[in-house]
């Protein structure tokens, strides 16, 4: 049984973590407020929603299977309280910030109606925090963490997220940036 | 029947002053032997009934009835069983009117009374006095005069929508002093969500008055339509003044009395920095714009007039006034923040003597879009007076248009 | 049947979601914020969207990323159902 569960957790979390890196990217594809082609920005927030909450499922598999498997050795208290684990107890403990970042995240999303601009925007920007502290947990506490498609698949995401955060960072980044830009200096759109 | 030449009355300042008949300056003492004290034999109900049939208008530029606002915080109170709030706005965000600072500073006893009268009709635990910490001192002097612990005063700042109602409260829960976006009336809940009644301390002065000699003296001033009297700041050649006139005085006549010749006068900014512009002296100074009356009808908003003579270029004075007015955006809401400095922009090419045929199409274009896009009514306004001054600047506009203008100066002093 | 969709615009950031959703009821102005088409502005921030747009309305409350829209439905004089 243990086989079963330690391979659950093995799959339901390199899952989640690109369910993860696809829901950050779609994040800041989103907040951009551009359309490209099919991809309305409509279709980009719900796919944006759909990932993070499969993200979420995901995560709460890997948590599940990992305290069932007695070989883990992962216990309640680690879910709440990082670096106590018995293997590896650091990349273990980056896992349960990882996990605890992500209740905080996912609960703004769900309560966005109801919280104000500056509270959901601040909490909800420890989603730059939580990927690498996911993508390190996974290097770290991974069983397949030394294969080739592992890796592969690690650094195609670190490439797609350096990407996505520097388009993020330019200046003309935003849909109408440069309009509005200009129009608040005075000038004619 | 025959119709007979009724001679139109034209009224123009007050023949005896009314909110600063104590004289300037006036202390609890001086106020008292003016005005004696507040009656003691009225009920509540008659008081709320004389202020009802006087007619009374807002004097902070919305013009709303004050006895209907009042009734709203009423009913609103007895509904949600929540104790009301009243607020004296004395803030005068708008930068050339004078009246407000001049009447806490001479008169605080009439403003007082006004508010504490309203206060306790409408069972108000709280009451406070918004205005700028310069006014404060003369304040709580006017309380200490009175022995008079239960009204607290809040600074505001001196931005030019510090003053607006909902900037007001916000400031007063602690928060920025911008306008909020509108979620129902401020008499069903303002401050902290109790029903609020917020409304200038003119307003409250002329409450004072009506609540001790009554509604029929009120409109002894003023007209059917704009009973009684209002302050008025003035401005001509860099210089103010603040009179008392009557409730839709006439312009010319009002100019007359303060010795403006008519011929020196090339137009009149009517309602300050969010009002319109005229070159025909022959309107009433009004609640509210009206344009079917003989003479036409101007809002005198927060009670303001500025002069224009023939020396000043008209458009370069609006570029000046619109520019300010972008730059005092909240800078909340997209539409404002983005359209007025481009109307800015716009104008102040038109006021420079740009020979672009287009300039006075994307002025008109950039009001309709900002107007009506926002949480308040700046951007409207704004653009209302952009418009206006190419509308009454038709002919200055052409003259810019082909590079030339009529005017020596281009700054205004 | 029709509704009332509100605008904040202090919440408003233009991200035109709901521009997209109602074509048939907004446009984008110049700076991508969303304007009324012709005759639907109904006072400040207000937009009228008729019947068929409901679903659309509704859609757009829920997913505007500023949380800056609200609909006011009215329930039809004819007909008491939603």
Known sequence: ?189 | MTTTNIPTVYRGVLEEPRLLAAGPDAHWAEHLACFGPLPQDSSDQQILSEWEASGLAGRGGGAFPTARKIAAVQRAAARTRRAPVVIGNGSEGEPLSFKDQLLLDHAPHLVLDGLLLTARILGARESYIAAKPGLHPRLLDALAERGETSVALHATDSHFLAGQATAVISSMEGGPSLPRHPSGHLSDAGLAGAPTLLVNVETLAHLALIARYSSAWFRTAGTAADPGSRLLTVHDQGRYQVHEVHGSSDLSLVLEQLQISAASIQAVLVGGYHGQWTKDLGVALSAANDDRHHPAALAAGAGVIEVVRHDICPLARSSQIIDYLARSSARQCGPCLHGLPTLARDFQALAQRSTDPELPEQVHRLGALVAGRGSCHHPDASARLAISALQVFDDEVSAHLSGTCHHNSQEHQ | ?82
Request: hydrophobic share 50%; net charge positive.
């Open chain 3, 1 to 82: 049947m029709s509704a009332e969709l509100n605008i904040n615009w202090t919440r408003c950031q233009g991200r035109g979601l709901c521009i997209e959703l109602l074509a048939g009821a907004l446009d984008s102005d110049p700076w991508g914020y969303p304007l009324a088409q012709d005759g639907r502005a109904a006072g400040n921030g207000k937009v009228h969207v008729d019947g068929d747009q409901l679903e659309a309305a509704r859609e757009a409350v829920k997913m505007c990323p500023l949380a800056a829209l609200s609909l006011h439905e009215d329930v039809g004089a004819l007909d008491g159902r939603r």
């Open chain 1, 1 to 189: 049984m243990d086989e079963l569960f330690w391979s659950i957790a093995r799959t339901s979390g390199i899952i989640s973590l690109c369910l993860l890196t696809g829901s950050l990217l779609l994040g800041i594809i989103t907040r951009s407020g551009r359309s490209f082609g099919a991809l309305s920005r409509y279709t980009q927030s719900l796919l944006h929603r759909s990932l993070s909450l499969l993200a979420v499922l995901f995560t709460v598999l890997h948590v599940i299977a990992l305290l069932a498997d007695s070989y883990a050795r992962v216990h309640l208290i680690d879910l709440l309280i990082p670096f106590l684990g018995e293997y590896r107890p650091f990349w273990q403990g980056l896992g349960t910030v990882g996990l605890l970042l992500m209740v905080a995240v996912a609960l703004t999303g769900l309560l966005r109606q109801r919280l104000s601009q500056p509270v959901f925007r601040g909490i909800h920007l420890a989603s730059y925090l939580l990927w690498p502290i996911a993508v390190a947990h996974g290097l770290g506490n991974g069983s397949d963490a030394g294969t080739l498609w592992y890796r592969a698949i690690t650094i195609v995401s670190i490439a797609l997220v350096m990407v996505a955060g520097i388009w993020r960072l330019s200046a003309n980044y935003a849909n109408h940036a440069s309009t509005r830009r200009l129009a608040r200096e005075g000038v004619q759109p």
